[in-house]
């Protein structure tokens, strides 16, 4: 009975010092006033959605970080997030409609404006910043938390601010602009992925910002009967939607170690100076599939069959290995060799073309043309792709797509072949044309292959845009005096 009175004792001390040392200095009505005038939809709120949404999905597009942690300097979705958190806290139902209303607004217009830019964008590939949103895992969970736990303390003791917001923004707006995405693109696994993702943000935040507001006093009038239900649906919630995203994390755990393995196996079936150049572990394949490229000074029969059967071993299931094996150092010597060295050129063969396959898929995907469109010399490692015409697209976009699918494709020369869009416009500094535009006309008459003409525009200005195309090899000549200055396709009977 004594140990018993004695907890007791001690736990209402620590409550009495809480009550007066944090409670106490807070600012409730304040607090509350200020929650409410933040939650609100207003014009500012959608235009900062807008911005917001823009930023972090051309930061995703452009796989660039310090481009998505602009977006979240913005941090619109604070504000509402909060809101419902603190109407759960307080059971106020009527706050509740009104930060969920305008939350639910947010995210719809972001998933809808995302997608809006994506449509319209030549660019549509799966960066890797995008692919990091779709497989939720515990770990987002715990950022989603202690992202709300940040934001609600820094509310609760009046330092809100751009800091702690960008915390809250980073758990939600990059998602959505994922969802965007994928519905643009009709991309189930990226949309799936990245709906789940920000849902679970969602509710944690929530579900955090409510357990922060009871902690810190707000809510005094329920009845400890409330209380408790209030704490065991907190509990619950985070429990069910950590579970998921628990087995998500053990697949991704799971992967790890069987790329760790795979790189250790494959490296054993060679000497200590060979070296592992390359390698890459399908996981989606069935059997599961390893490809590496070995830099060894001399070629090992039976790498793939025992690499084989000692990975299946270590993973205890059935695997598929493919070792390319380049020769370093002094050439064949004997007749083993190079027996062993023409069994190897078949296996390159099967890799090569498996690694075709691969660079076709990222091409349909970077340039949206299908493979029917796509024309492969595989002796001298270049693609040609007829262009799918895009609305809207300009020569310029098309050039900046060559440039996209060529940097995806490491190691091939990628020419793209775009439609007669129309040329750019050619303005001038100080007597001195654009020369972007003049560079884009250049690169797009020497895949067309029509002359270009120069239109409208001062006899002179004309005269030095011919002379600035021709330096660039350009077949153009002068096509009409009225107007103003514009390069244009010009017919074959006018090109003769």
Known sequence: MGMETAKKTNAHGIRRWWQHHAIATVDHVDVIQKVHEESAWSPRYLFMILMSAGIALLGLLLSSPAVVIGAMLISPLMGPIIGVGFALALFDFDELKRSATALALGAVIAVLFTALIVAVSPIQTVT????????????????????ALAGSYAMIRGKSGTIVGVAIATALMPPLAVVGFGLATWNSAVFGGALLLFITNLITIALSATLMARLYGFASHLSPSQSRWQGALLIATLVILSVPLALTLRQIAWETLAARQARDVVRAQFAGNARLSDIDVDYAAEPLTVRAEVLTPALVANANAKAIAELSRQLERPVNVEIYQVRIGSAARDAETAELAAAQAGELSRVQESQVATLLERLSVATGASKEQ??????????????????????????????????????????????????????FTDDVPDAAALDTAAWAQARIRVPIGVAGGTTAQADVVLDELKTRKVDARRSGSAGTLRLEWLAPEESE
């Not at 890797?128 to 992202?147: C, G, M, W």
């Not at 098309?398 to 129309?422: F, H, K």
Request: net charge positive.
């Open 128 to 147: 890797s910043e995008i692919a990091a949103r779709t497989r939720p895992n515990l770990f987002d969970l715990l950022v989603a938390l202690f992202s």
């Open 374 to 427: 796509v024309t492969l010399d595989r002796t001298n490692r270049r693609v040609i792709v007829a262009a799918t015409p895009l609305p809207g697209a300009t020569m310029a976009a098309y050039r900046l797509l060559e440039q996209r699918a060529a940097a995806n494709m490491t190691g091939w020369s990628v020419t793209l072949i775009p439609p007669a869009a129309p040329l750019p416009s050619v303005r």
